[in-house]
């Protein structure tokens, strides 16, 4: 019999909190509204919350319940999301069975989840598992929430919530971002032939970039994030840079890709005619994977199979907070509600049964620990 059998996730209380995340608009740096909401959320039901000043005006939520044995491992979720494509129409909805709304599968519904699984916990009225819960801020910019609770706090093991269609990803792509510059000539845009366009070597220089990443194959990823020209107006443009974002496979090595690339723009330079461009990398995250025989994997694997659930272990190709607590000598596991598809989406959703299963997977995983 399941430790959990006589103690049940409650759908209908679930729904409710997640509806009311939802509905409350947290882009990030603007979590105050959801900070204050969540943190009396849970002081209602009986939790001790820590608040870890993060800046000024915002900070993270912790909930540590068991000062006997410790935290050994830590539920992770962030509050913040993407801004909205419209602020008439960001909230919460629910249409067969799927529910949407700004930030549901990013990761709204995660954090639902692992705080209805703490809930759930202490009702038993026993020994609080050796289990945290941080809820954190600004992992869709600057990743400042994990920067302070790695600064601050230690545990080995992590769980962190992101959408991952409820597979569990051991591994964790790295993430490089890079800015490239261009430098034209400003001439007035009647008399283009005068001045040399910023923007147009940006493009020829793009397509070398692009060209040469679609040739390997490793499964390296990106995207062209950003592409700005300056100045604005009836001017040929003197300056354009492109933000592009790099995510590469766990066993990847980002310094060769920073030498193949280093490479390109090389040979750009002396192709494109007149060509003067920069490349720099303003942020790097190296990827990990944790090994197979890892504890808290095995364990997990046993509430996959008591659940019924298939166990297929897998990548997480995007950046999160993962990489910023495993820097910090922390070992996490993405694992959450939702597909990574539909984050960042005009119609972002997920399906409701899958939010119900991550509480159950986070209940009886915190039980088996």
């Avoid at 600064?151 to 093991?157: E, N, T, V």
């Avoid at 910023?324 to 000598?329: P, Q, S, T, V, W």
């Avoid at 922390?330 to 597909?339: A, D, F, N, Q, T």
Wanted: with cysteine; net charge negative; charged share 25%.
């Amino acid at each position: 019999m399941s430790n959990a059998d006589s103690i049940k996730i409650q759908p209908d209380r679930l729904k409710k909190l997640l509806q009311d995340l939802v509905d409350i608009y947290s882009p990030s740096g603007k979590e105050e509204e959801i900070l204050a909401f969540t943190g009396n959320y849970l002081s209602c039901h009986g939790f001790t919350v820590v608040k870890q000043a993060v800046d000024e005006n915002r900070h993270n939520l912790l909930v540590l319940p068991n000062e006997k044995e410790g935290t050994r491992t830590c539920y992770v979720g962030h509050l913040d999301t993407v801004t909205a494509y419209d602020l008439d129409d960001y909230g919460f909805r629910e249409k067969g069975g799927e529910v949407y709304g700004l930030g549901t599968a990013d990761m709204k519904a995660g954090c639902a989840a692992m705080i209805e699984a703490f809930i759930v916990l202490a009702e038993r009225g026993r020994d609080f598992p050796s289990v945290g819960l941080a809820l954190v801020i600004d992992e869709e910019e600057d990743n400042s929430g994990a920067t302070a609770l790695a600064k601050k706090y230690w545990f080995p093991q992590v769980v962190i919530g992101e959408p991952t269609d409820l597979a569990p990803c051991p591994g964790h792509y790295a993430y490089v971002e890079v800015l490239l510059r261009t430098v034209g000539r400003r001439a007035h845009s009647a008399v283009p032939e005068a001045g040399q366009n910023a923007i147009e070597n940006m493009l020829k220089l793009l397509l070398r970039f692009t060209e040469h990443i679609s040739t390997r194959s490793d499964g390296l990823v990106y995207n062209i994030r950003d592409l700005s020209g300056y100045p604005s107006g009836f001017v040929v443009p003197d300056m354009c840079e492109a933000w592009l974002d790099l995510h590469l496979p766990p066993d990847g090595s980002i310094d060769r890709l920073k030498n193949e690339l280093r490479q390109v723009m090389k040979e750009a330079r002396r192709d494109i005619a007149g060509l003067d461009a920069t490349i720099n990398y303003e942020n790097t995250y190296p990827g990990y994977q944790i090994a197979p025989d890892d504890n808290l994997l095995k364990i997990l694997q046993g509430v996959y199979r008591r659940l019924s659930l298939p166990w297929a272990p897998q990548d997480f190709r995007s950046h999160s907070d993962g990489s910023i607590l495993r820097a910090a000598g922390m070992l996490p596991i993405i694992l959450g509600p939702g597909r990574l598809e539909a984050a960042h989406m005009p119609e972002e959703s997920v399906p409701f049964r899958q939010v119900v299963r991550a509480a159950e997977i986070y209940l009886n995983l915190a039980l088996s620990l």
